[in-house]
């Protein structure tokens, strides 16, 4: 039988509608001295029978002394007698056990391995709710509800990450899901004509992305709604000015994804405690810049990590699949973050500001649009994850911006070596390739300073600029100095700056073996 619906009744009247006889049961077993009989309920002591309460309509009627605490003259409803009797008078309590007991009300508390936790939601900024999950202890329900609703107590065997934005599963082949269930549902509309219901959506897309990656922007979208589990580059958003739409974009995200989706600081990254972030699918990383190492390397790992080790206060560490996405969000373009050469993690987009009149309500409006503005999205071409398992290529994601941060990532010494290496291939040679050693970077151009060694221009030569280096030790003839042929572990270097000519590009047989010097 369908219990009643405790929204549409309440829980109170419903018990005091259908459980009188269980409300007298309660006063019999609390006073084995009491007896019930043509609806009166007395009091039986040795030599008389005391009438303690009278039966009218679905109340008792307190005529006499009682051991209950019941007041002479009060009348008492069912659920009076309820709460008074078998919750010390906790409303809250009583009206909880009839919900849960008779009605569709959901008893909040699971257990995940030996820990209790009670399931209860936070209105949150978006007009919705927030689900968490918040330590109880096990004396704490039955103080509240009786060891008898311990039965009702959910079990699993422990936690885990399954994300599905189409089809939830709220239990997981015995195990408790943290993800959590996706409210929105697309509402269909014809999107040649009815376009406009998407306007702001579409027209905030081209400005986050620009004309020339919308189309990227829109495949980036669509992964975090249609494939949740798969990875996608770390999106950067940078501006200097203000009024750009960066937290709008952030802000629109969340209420997209609600409680799927967390906005931490750096600070978090390099804390030893990840629950903040470790549980979720879209982590926001606000007004950022990665000044500590450690922040640094965790962000890279994260961007392709598979599993994580969630650690919680007072909760012993265990394992969840990771399937975080990384945005940030910084006013810093240049030197958000140390990114390498070869790095192919990130993808930078300058942000420009708002052409024209700002519409100061477009989180709003942005948010009136969802349900179909996710409906465009499941119009949209499929991912194709066969190119990358990012759903993007390098080449789609590079950009002017990158490149940038890029630069100013590079140390000190690499920039005035490129520095030096240009103006030398631009004004001193017309060599096609360079020869030399850590060695002679360092007579040519650091001689006085001694800052800078030759193993650590070597490592700088080797690991970020990455030249070609020989092997073994070879003779060359350096390009710097009096062209004296010598042996060793020379580097080459291109000379850009040189248009490609049919010639004979190693005259002098540079890198094989000699008998004698020029």
Request: charged share 30%; proline share 4%; with cysteine.
């Amino acid at each position: 039988m369908k219990k009643p619906n405790w929204l549409e009744q309440n829980p109170c009247d419903w018990y005091n509608n259908n459980k009188f006889e269980d409300a007298l049961s309660l006063i019999l077993r609390k006073d084995k001295t009491l007896r019930y009989e043509d609806e009166k309920l007395f009091v039986i002591r040795e030599k008389e029978s005391i009438i303690v309460a009278s039966k009218e309509c679905n109340d008792l009627r307190v005529v006499s002394e009682n051991s209950l605490g019941l007041v002479i003259g009060m009348t008492y409803s069912p659920f009076q007698i309820l709460t008074k009797v078998r919750y010390n008078s906790n409303f809250t309590a009583a009206f909880q056990y009839v919900g849960i007991n008779y009605m569709d009300m959901n008893f909040p508390y699971i257990r995940i391995g030996v820990k209790y936790f009670k399931e209860i939601t936070k209105p949150d900024r978006y007009g919705t709710t927030t689900p968490l999950l918040k330590n109880w202890t096990k004396d704490e329900i039955k103080q509240d509800y009786g060891k008898e609703m311990m039965v009702r107590v959910q079990l699993y065997d422990d936690f885990i990450i399954e994300p599905n934005n189409e089809f939830y599963e709220k239990t997981y082949k015995g195990f408790y899901n943290l993800y959590q269930p996706f409210i929105h549902k697309e509402k269909e509309f014809d999107i040649i004509k009815d376009i406009d219901k998407v306007k702001w959506s579409l027209g905030f897309m081209k400005h986050i992305f620009g004309e020339e990656q919308y189309n990227l922007g829109m495949r980036y979208l669509k992964i975090l709604y249609k494939h949740p589990k798969k990875i996608t580059p770390i999106l950067v958003l940078v501006s200097e000015e203000r009024m750009t739409g960066k937290s709008t974009f952030i802000d629109w995200l969340n209420a997209i994804f609600l409680d799927n989706l967390v906005i931490i600081t750096p600070g978090h990254i390099s804390s030893d405690f990840n629950e903040s972030y470790a549980e979720k699918n879209i982590i926001a990383i606000e007004e950022s810049r990665f000044d500590d190492a450690k922040a640094l390397e965790k962000l890279k790992a994260l961007s392709t990590q598979k599993s994580i080790s969630v650690n919680r206060k007072h909760i012993p560490t265990f394992s969840l699949p990771f399937y975080g996405k990384l945005i940030i969000t910084s006013n810093d373009e240049s030197k958000f973050s140390k990114v390498d050469e070869a790095e192919i993690r990130y993808w930078v987009r300058k942000i420009p500001t708002v052409n024209g009149k700002a519409n100061h309500n477009i989180l709003e409006d942005l948010i009136k649009e969802i349900p179909y503005f996710l409906h465009y999205l499941s119009q949209e071409p499929e991912v194709d994850f066969s190119v990358s398992r990012q759903g993007f290529t390098a080449d789609e994601i590079r950009t002017s911006a990158l490149e940038i941060v890029k630069k100013e990532s590079k140390p000190a010494l690499q920039k005035e070596i490129e520095m030096y290496l240009q103006e030398f291939c631009m004004n001193e040679t017309t060599e096609q390739q360079l020869f030399f050693t850590a060695t002679d970077i360092k007579h040519k151009f650091f001689e006085r300073n001694n800052n800078f060694n030759a193993p650590y221009i070597s490592k700088i030569l080797t690991s970020n600029m990455r030249l070609d280096r020989k092997e073994k030790p070879e003779r060359y003839v350096p390009s710097f100095g009096d062209k004296t042929s010598k042996t060793g572990l020379f580097f080459t270097y291109d000379n850009i700056f040189i248009e490609e000519k049919d010639i004979d590009k190693n005259p002098l047989g540079i890198g094989e073996e000699l008998d004698q010097p020029f």
